[in-house]
């Protein structure tokens, strides 16, 4: 009879985190049985053995499937995940599919598949272990003065004895420190700790450790490279002033104030970045907007397709308000696109207006078609 300690050293493949690691195995010693029962499941498996590649199982019946490890109501989660069942064919492929499924489940550290040659090396046991996650037991702040813990508690609450899940626990740990880059704090920085809870191993404490360094503010915003623009309208369409914390998204939102504003005055490839100093002693952080303003384009030809002339003609001359020879401004053509669309609503017809446009470099020039289409 082959007994369940021989069982447990049997080792297929072995995978943790769907990371394979080099398959092992023990061969049972004989028995003067030629055709043993067949082993229970075990409690526990402890691998060790002579390597055999998972290749020597594939094609055998699969004559038994058990899931090791855990608490009853995680191998039962386990056990649903698994699709290899006792009369299928063994598939490595299926196997650490198995695997990715039962670590999706989101409960399990580590997850491992087991092997045994029986029936006298004509079927295959398997075993899938399973280590569970433990659960938190409580998630506390610590360091967090200017949002306060309490109010940290509040917004990014973990349900308490949910399985500790370490993704879950950077995403929370990464919305702080984006909340505290949104005030200002550039240098902010969280760190997950976990520790074991005294009396109780299957649970831990959490504790988020925020750093939360000098808050830093806005020098004021430079503009390099406007040439055809005043600078008081780029720093009235910016909208950031000196003294205000400092915020990328901010400054980002500037860069793309400062494209439109240039959009609406003709110049189509006009290209603006930002450049950011070292904050100093005072956390006074030195910004620029710098501006590559590119050449005025006027509109070109004007053409609205597939209406026929007498229809293009009407909506030329009396809905849309472009010209040839205007500056090409891109708000003015939106606003085209909303007339164009409620000339037609008007009369009961659903259409979808496209905007195509062909620039000419040379003569500066924007050929405008309105393409007019069903939905």
């Known amino acids: 009879m082959m007994t369940t300690q021989a069982l447990a050293l049997t080792l297929l493949v072995a995978l943790s985190g769907c990371a394979a690691r080099a398959p092992v195995v023990v061969a049972p010693k004989p028995t003067a049985d030629a055709t043993p029962a067949l082993p229970p499941c075990p409690e526990s498996i402890v691998p060790g053995g002579d390597p055999l590649e998972a290749q020597g199982f594939e094609g055998k019946p699969v ?31 299926r196997m650490r599919a198995d695997l990715e499924a039962i670590l999706k489940l989101g409960i399990f550290d580590d997850a491992s598949a087991f092997g045994l040659r029986v029936q006298q090396g004509a079927g295959v046991a398997l075993l899938y272990s399973v280590h569970d996650r433990p659960h938190v037991a409580h998630v506390g702040f610590e360091g967090a003065k200017v949002l306060g813990n309490a109010t940290l508690d509040a917004k990014l609450s973990v349900p308490k004895d949910a399985p500790y899940d370490p993704a879950t626990a950077s995403k929370i ?13 550039e240098a902010a920085r969280v760190v997950v700790v976990t520790e074991p809870v005294a009396g109780s191993p299957d649970h831990v404490n959490v504790r988020l ?39 990328r998204d901010e400054l980002e939102r500037a860069q793309l104030l400062v494209s439109s504003l240039y959009y609406d005055r003709g110049f189509v490839q006009v290209r603006v970045d930002t450049e950011v100093g070292t904050a100093n002693a005072q956390g006074v952080v030195p910004a620029a907007i710098v ?18 002339a007498p229809v293009e003609k009407e909506l030329l001359d009396t809905v849309v308000r472009a010209r040839p020879k205007q500056v090409f401004v891109r708000t003015k053509i939106v606003e085209d696109i909303e007339r164009v669309n409620a000339f037609f609503a008007a009369r009961h017809q659903q259409v979808v207006v496209s905007p195509l446009t062909e620039i000419d470099v040379k003569k500066k020039t924007i050929d405008l078609t309105f393409e007019i289409a069903a939905p």
């Open 63 to 93: 004559v038994r499937v058990c899931v090791v490890g855990g608490s009853e109501a995680s191998r039962q989660a386990a056990q649903r995940a698994i699709e290899l069942h006792p009369s299928d064919v063994f598939s490595a492929d």
């Open 209 to 247: 450790k925020v750093d939360e360094g000098t808050q830093s503010r806005f020098a004021k915003i430079e503009f390099k490279g406007n040439k055809r623009v005043p600078e008081a309208e780029l720093r009235k369409a910016a909208a950031l002033e000196a003294g205000k914390p400092f915020v």
């Open 173 to 185: 740990a990464l919305a702080v420190r984006d909340e505290y880059r949104s005030r200002g704090y």
């Open 291 to 308: 501006i590559d303003e590119g050449d005025v384009f006027s509109i070109g030809a004007l053409h609205a397709t597939k209406l026929g």
